[in-house]
Structures are given as C-alpha cells and as structure tokens.
C-alpha cells in the first residue's frame, strides 16, 4: 500500500533585519513638531529685551524700539508654530488663551461703546503687545525641553536686571531711571525713619511690583536647584536664590513678603504633603520672620498702607458700580518711567489705580471683562494642580517635578496681584502662558484630560465674579475707616 503524499514544505527566503528608519511606531497625536531653533532663541531675546530694558540702561538706546523690531522678526520666524497651536487642537481645549482673546475685546469695548476712536486705539494696541507675546510663548515652548530651557532663562534675566538694580541702589553705577523710592514710617512713639527701597527698570519700576515678580521667580529657582545635577549650575541658582533674598528685603515690601510666603509654601505643601509641611513650616517660618523682621512683617488693614489700600479699594468699587456693564475703560500710564518720575517730582501724575488686579479688571473692562481675568487666573492654577493629582506615568520625570515649583509660582503672582494692579502687566502674561502651556506639554500615558472652555466653566467664572464682588464689598465695609 502506497503510503499518502505529503506537501512539500515552502520555501521561504531568509529573513533580512528591517531598518529602524522602515518601522513605523505609533504616533503620539499629542505631540506638536518642536518649533525652529532660531524662532526659540529669538523668543528668548524678545524675553530678555522685554523684562530688562536694555534703553532704559544705555542712554545711547533710548528711542529705539529694541522690542518691537525683536518681536516682529520672532514671529516672522515663529508664524508656522503659531498657526499650529491654533489648528492642531480645537480651540476650546485652550481656554486660558480664549480668555486672553476675549479680554483683548473686552478691552476695546467700552471706547468702541462711546465711538472713541483714538483711545480704543491705543489701549486696544498696549494690550495686543501682552496678546502676541503670549501667543509666542504657548505656541514655542511646547516640548518639555524648551520649557525646562526657559524656566532656566527667566531666573537668570531677572538676576541680571537685579545685578544692574543693585549698582544702582548702592551707588556704584547710578542710574537714572532706576533711583530708589524713598519712604518713611513712623513708630508708637511719634519717631519717623526714612529708608531707600529697590525698583527696577522699566515695567518693575515699583518697588512692590519688583518685589513680587522676585517672589515669584523663587519657586522655579529652587527647583532648578533641587533637579539640576551639575556643581556648577547648583552653585549659580543658589546665588541666584540668595540674590532675590536679598533684593525681596530691600523692597520693603509687605505685598512681596505675602507672595513669597505663598510661593514656598505651596511647593512644600504640594511637594511633602501636610504633615511635613507642618513640620517645615514650624521650623522654617520663624526664620523668615527673623530675617524680614519690619516693615514687610508688620501687616494690618487697620492703619497705614493697609488702611490706605482698603479705602481705594473701596474708591474703585463705587467707580465699577457707576459703570458695571463695559467698565471705564483701561487704566494705563501713557509715558515712559523717566517721564513718569519727573511728572511725579512736580506732583503731578494720573492718581491711584485699584492696588488690586482683579478689582482693577472689574472697574476697567466691566462685570463680563472682570470675570474672564479672574477665571483665567483661576483656570491657570486649575490646570497645574491638576496635573499633579494625575495618576498617569509620566514620559518625562522632570515635567512632574516642576509641577509644584510652577503651581507655587503662579499662585505667589496671584497673591501678588491682589495687591497690585497687575491685569495689564506683560509679566502677568508670561506667568498665565507657562501655566496654560505646561498641562498641554506634559505628557503621560494615559494622557491628561484638558480643560475645556464651554458654557459650564464660563457660568463658574460669574459664579466666582459675584462672589469677588462680595468678599470684597464686606471686606471693606468691615475694614475701612475715613476718620
């Protein structure tokens, strides 16, 4: 019996290894092309123009638009990341950015409501600066690389303006559009003292609002400290960290103090959690009450620059009541600093602002335009905390490590701001970008759900406005005292 046939086996020709190049591996959907080396190294330029003012040092400057002319031939090379951040998502996944558009509306409104022209022009054009700077830094600093890259820059501009700031102070290279603010105090016992206090060039020519921006650059300095493994650049950030020490108690500033305490609080709160939070801050809180010991210690609302703040603010709160729907209109300086001080020398000047930015945003651009600024600032915060309650693994440690160091920074600038009318203030822009840009960078698997703007979150920012007005109303009722 013929036994069965069976197939023969195919043959097969032997198997070549496959290039690297030739696999194709899953694309990360998220992920955005990294913009051109040159457009990133210019928008580091435009920063340090920006918060430096170099025209404001070097008299042989002064007229030349050093930050205009930057600024166009960034986004000139910046146009194809700009337009990517724009498309690549929808919109509403952006909500901090909407929220920067519609306030550039808000802005134009109440001229556009009384036909003038020329005033929605020029308030309308000092915000678009703050809009196009703002686009930039969402839509170039998009990869974890060109964060950490930036979050290193900022420190190290504000040490050199800080470095020029101290010449200046202890007269060893005076400045003149750096003098020191002079002011004085007087004790129980009817003693006034006098004493100099620190400013800075350009848009920190207030020594309160240099002291904030200081507070707020010490969270990112510290963290650069903590993860940076070089000798070298650990030697240099604690420098840099003593220096804003230093410069934070020359300022005088009780504002500045509060933020400060706001931006190394909450990344050891974040950071180690309660319980050795607790234990840090027993130990570390009497320290810094040691070492600011005065002026910047001393805070009460029942009298001095405590008590003058809570009448202008309730000043503003009857000039928001007098026009609640569009508000009055932007309040800004029209001059530059060293018109601004030989105007202020013969007395003369444009009165107080609000000393509170969200009061500020209320009075200027309305009930509508007051509720998106503090719904921004309030989005910002959101969207860092809650990349730290994420559960995801995250592709690069580093981007979890700083999420305590920017939570605090950011929340340092908006204690800062209540304070402060810093609505309008580029540096108040480049804060509210980082925030906005980081949960969109950070990436983890699974990724983190982004926010959404959408009628909910936009009926939380009127929920939230009410209750401003309210907290802010009885603060004052409670506080203020014309006698």
Request: overall charge positive; charged content about 15%.
């Amino acid at each position: 019996m013929a036994s069965a046939s069976r197939p023969l086996p195919i043959q097969r020709p032997p198997s070549r290894p496959v290039p690297a190049a030739a696999v194709e591996r899953p694309r990360d959907r998220d992920a955005e092309p990294a913009s051109s080396l040159v457009a990133f190294a210019l928008f580091i330029l435009v920063t340090a123009v920006l918060l430096i003012r170099p025209a404001e040092i070097v008299p042989d400057l002064y007229g030349v638009e050093l930050y205009f002319y930057a600024i166009a031939v960034c986004c000139l090379f910046a146009s194809g990341d700009v337009l990517r951040y724009l498309i690549g998502r929808p919109l509403d996944t952006h909500p901090v950015t909407l929220c920067v558009l519609a306030l550039l509306v808000a802005v134009l409104l109440p001229q556009m409501v009384t036909m003038n022209i020329t005033e929605a022009w020029r308030t309308g054009f000092h915000f678009f600066k703050n809009v196009v700077y703002f686009v930039l830094l969402v839509s170039l600093v998009n990869t974890w690389g060109r964060m950490q890259a930036f979050v290193r820059w900022l420190p190290v501009i504000a040490a050199v303006v800080m470095v020029i700031a101290l010449l200046d102070f202890h007269q060893i290279v005076p400045l003149q559009a750096m003098q020191a603010v002079q002011d004085s105090e007087t004790n129980a016992w009817g003693e006034t003292t006098y004493f100099d206090r620190l400013r800075f060039t350009g848009i920190f020519n207030d020594p309160n609002e240099a002291c904030v921006w200081l507070a707020t650059l010490l969270p990112l300095t510290l963290f650069n400290l903590i993860e940076d493994r070089s000798l070298i650049r650990r030697a240099l950030w604690l420098a840099i960290l003593v220096l804003f020490g230093y410069g934070i108690f020359l300022t005088k500033s009780r504002g500045g103090f509060l933020a400060m305490m706001t931006g190394l609080g909450v990344p050891v709160l974040v950071r180690y959690g309660w319980q050795r939070a607790a234990v840090i801050g027993a130990l570390g809180l009497p320290v810094l009450l040691l070492l600011f010991a005065g002026r910047q210690t001393d805070i009460s609302a029942s009298g001095g620059t405590g008590q003058t703040r809570v009448q202008i603010w309730s000043e503003w709160l009857t000039r928001f009541r007098e026009n609640p729907l569009v508000g009055e209109g932007m309040t800004f300086p029209d001059f530059d600093p060293l018109k601004a001080a030989q105007m202020k020398a013969i007395g003369m000047g444009q009165g107080h602002v609000a000393h509170n930015s969200f009061l500020q945003a209320f009075a200027d651009v309305g009930f509508g335009g007051g509720c998106l600024f503090l719904g921004m600032v309030g989005v910002a915060l959101w969207s860092v905390w809650r990349v730290g309650r994420h559960k995801g693994v995250p592709r690069e440690p580093g981007s979890h490590a700083i999420q305590p160091f920017l939570l605090g920074a950011t929340a340092a600038y908006g204690v800062g701001m209540m304070t402060l009318s810093l609505w309008i203030a580029p540096p108040t822009y480049v804060i509210l970008a980082l925030a906005a840009a980081y949960p969109r960078l950070y990436r983890s698997d699974p990724p983190v759900t982004p926010v959404r703007l959408d009628v909910g979150l936009l009926g939380r920012f009127v929920v939230a406005g009410v209750a401003f007005l309210m907290a802010m109303y009885l603060f004052v009722r409670l506080f203020v005292n014309w006698g």
